[in-house]
């Protein structure tokens, strides 16, 4: 069965510095990865998707995920953070071809320093 | 666009005493979801449906929990007896591809409290 992890509860950047959140993944057959953030007390919106081609993919807000299939992870990463980018981000995975299943990590909180 | 609407927005009740939630998913997709959220994990999957068929009931405590997507549009998830586990938010989404190219469109969910 597909499986996910994100090893950090919380990070924590400066504005304006580099971010990246963690994560990792197990699947049997090609994995499609995502990335959705959630603000407080609204549901979960979709960042990004790997699927098949290019390595880095680019999403909402100026995010990107870099896939790397040695290292089995999906890292979330932003060149310059905001403080309004803080909130709760999980990383999913759906085992395709075997199942349409979409499992969640269980999420990290990034707090953006003023 | 009408996003996903979900009802009610927060629910008190007792232990052994029942419950039920309703999601409108945003018109033309086929697929919903709904999600089990608890305090500090990731929302795991409680049951799929396809147009007005179950795809994945897995997760499913179906000794106590059922839904139902009738005419394939509205959903109704509902929980008899409540548990004090069954404290989460309760989160229903929805899609045009069966998920697969995994965009999901969430509603703000239903906070349940069990005590």
């Known amino acids: 069965a597909q499986s996910v992890a994100q090893p950090e509860d919380q990070v924590n950047v400066a504005e304006g510095n580099p971010l990246t959140v963690k994560c990792t993944y197990s699947?049997?057959?090609?994995?499609?990865l995502f990335w959705y953030v959630q603000y407080p007390n609204r549901g979960l919106q979709f960042l990004l998707k790997?699927?098949?081609?290019?390595?880095l993919v680019k999403g909402s807000y100026g995010f990107e995920a870099e896939f790397n299939k040695s290292q089995t992870s999906f890292h979330l990463k932003k060149p310059s953070a905001l403080v309004s980018d803080s909130a709760l981000y999980f990383c999913a995975v759906r085992d395709d071809p075997r199942d349409d299943k979409i499992i969640f990590g269980k999420g990290t909180r990034l707090h953006i320093l003023p | 666009e009408a996003g996903v609407a979900q009802s009610p927005r927060y629910k008190i009740i007792e232990k052994r005493q029942s419950v039920a939630f309703w999601c409108n998913p945003i018109s033309g997709h086929a697929t919903l979801y709904w999600y089990q959220q608890i305090l500090g994990q990731g929302p795991k999957l409680l049951i799929q449906?396809?147009?007005?068929?179950?795809?994945?009931d897995s997760q499913l405590p179906k000794d106590r929990f059922s839904a139902e997507r009738l005419k394939g549009v509205d959903s109704t998830l509902k929980i008899q007896p409540a548990k004090l586990e069954d404290s989460a938010v309760y989160l229903c989404?929805?899609?045009?591809?069966?998920?697969?190219?995994?965009?999901?469109?969430f509603g703000s969910g239903t906070q349940l409290s069990v005590l």
């Open positions: 790997y699927i098949t081609g290019d390595n």
């Open positions: 699947v049997s057959g090609n994995p499609y």
């Open positions: 989404a929805s899609s045009l591809d069966q998920g697969l190219l995994g965009k999901l469109f």
């Open positions: 449906f396809q147009n007005n068929g179950v795809v994945d």
